[in-house]
């Protein structure tokens, strides 16, 4: 038996948190720093690599980083050079979402199919190349920006304004000193999740997130809106292209530039015409995809996370998964993408009494026993049923128990599946 520490604070951590201590192999877990719904928090934030060393060292606790800024500062360099036993790619393999510059010329070098693309660090090539383009762009930093830092552009105008905000506006600070240029693709986007050890990949089940604001895929983008699985535009071909055009590549050629992955690798695919195009990496888990996916997940989340790290993932058998369906819907606070205001107290959580429905909490916090609003994604109603319909209905009956001033969600989670559905 094991104490764990998970960092982080959001609805992802949340539901890793709720799927772990279904392991007998769990004792207690750490959050930090957590928030409102999670237990046993402590105020550490995640980006506090030596006070979290501290406390890691005194618990000797098993750790799994849930968000990529700590694994991009190099977390897991730090820990494992301190003996820890922690789950999450090291620094120089978090490159893969750290830089969308490097991610991208490695997907060239290793023949993994992306958009077309190129790099600036010099505006005045970059607004050439865009005003000499005659395709849709996307505009997109090389650091990460939660985000932010993609602009998909459907002028040319858009293009050359998007341009100046990241590198003469420097909205974006640093992470926006060289930007990637791509050809913009059309089709359906889907997330697409493994765990490896550097050597075995092992698929987590399929996804869809909404990334836009808006129903319909309208708005900007935010960090997802809702998430369901298993989706039906990941058919067994499919699966089998993305795992060998695009899994094993990467890992085979992560392990070639001397920097093993080793984690959960995220590719957020784009599938035009039956193709999956990888529109980026994320070196951890997805949020929202997290909360439905471990709602699936049959197997023991512990037991894999410590092959994993212990590379001996070859001793496993792929994961087990529920045959049912489930559906995650954000709610989030007014103004979300942009400002929002927190501390808003929210009614009807005591209202979600069924086992078929899991609220996890992202940004909330519990003042004297009130929860309240502490961020822009709030919660990540999940619930798991027979068919994605029902599963629909079910999740939207409880998302409209809870409440507080200035909610807002998106009310067509999951309808591509179920368009698709009766396409087929
Ligand atoms: P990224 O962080 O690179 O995945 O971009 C965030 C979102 O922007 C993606 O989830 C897509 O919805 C959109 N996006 C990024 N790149 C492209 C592209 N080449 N074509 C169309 N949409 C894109
Ligand atoms: N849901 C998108 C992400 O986790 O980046």
């Not at 010329?105 to 790099?119: D, G």
């Not at 010099?122 to 000499?132: F, L, M, P, S, T």
């Not at 809702?226 to 292209?241: I, N, R």
């Not at 784009?270 to 193709?275: A, F, L, T, V, W």
């Amino acid at each position: 038996m094991s104490d764990v520490l998970i960092i982080g604070n959001g609805g992802r951590e949340h539901a890793l948190g709720w799927k772990l201590n279904q392991s007998p192999h769990v004792k207690k877990i750490f959050f930090a720093s957590g928030n409102g719904g999670t237990s046993e928090n402590i105020s550490i934030s995640p980006n506090e690599i030596n006070k979290l060393l501290d406390f890691a060292k005194k618990k000797k606790c098993f750790i799994v980083v849930g968000p990529e800024e700590p694994l991009s500062k190099g977390i897991v360099n730090s820990f494992e050079n301190n003996g820890l036993t922690i789950f999450g790619p090291r620094k120089e393999a978090a490159e893969l979402e750290t830089s969308k510059v490097w991610a991208k010329n490695f997907m060239k070098k290793y023949e993994i199919k992306t958009a077309c693309f190129r790099t600036f660090s010099n505006i005045e090539q970059a607004k050439d190349y865009v005003q000499k383009n005659d395709k849709k762009l996307v505009v997109k930093t090389n650091g990460i920006v939660a985000g932010k830092g993609v602009i998909v552009c459907n002028s040319k105008q858009e293009a050359f304004e998007a341009l100046e905000r990241i590198m003469v506006r420097k909205e974006f600070g640093d992470a926006g000193s060289s930007v990637v240029i791509e050809e913009q693709l059309c089709g359906e986007e889907i997330s697409f999740i493994i765990m490896t050890d550097g050597k075995t990949i092992i698929p987590l089940a399929s996804s869809q997130d909404h990334k836009r604001i808006y129903n319909d895929d309208k708005g900007p983008n935010t960090g997802g809106m809702g998430a369901y699985s298993p989706t039906p535009l990941v058919d067994e071909k499919l699966h089998d292209k993305i795992m060998i055009n695009i899994m094993q590549k990467t890992i085979s050629g992560m392990n070639n530039e001397n920097r093993k992955f080793r984690g959960f690798l995220y590719a957020g695919i784009m599938i035009k015409d039956g193709e999956p195009y990888v529109l980026e990496f994320n070196v951890r888990m997805g949020d929202p995809e997290c909360q439905p996916i471990m709602m699936r997940m049959g197997s023991d989340l512990y037991k894999y996370m410590e092959y994993c790290v212990n590379d001996k993932l070859d001793e496993l058998e792929y994961m087990r998964w529920s045959k049912r369906s489930a559906v995650c819907v954000v709610m989030a606070s007014k103004g979300y993408p942009r400002n929002y205001e927190k501390g808003k107290k929210i009614t009807g959580l005591d209202k979600i009494i069924t086992n078929t429905v899991s609220v996890f909490h992202a940004g909330t916090a519990c003042n004297d026993g009130q929860i309240v609003t502490n961020g822009g994604r709030v919660f990540g109603v999940t619930a798991v049923g027979n068919g994605i319909e029902n599963t629909i209905k079910n999740v939207y009956n409880a998302v409209s128990k809870i409440t507080w001033d200035g909610v807002y969600y998106r009310t067509d989670i999951g309808k591509k599946a179920l368009m698709y559905l009766t396409k087929i």
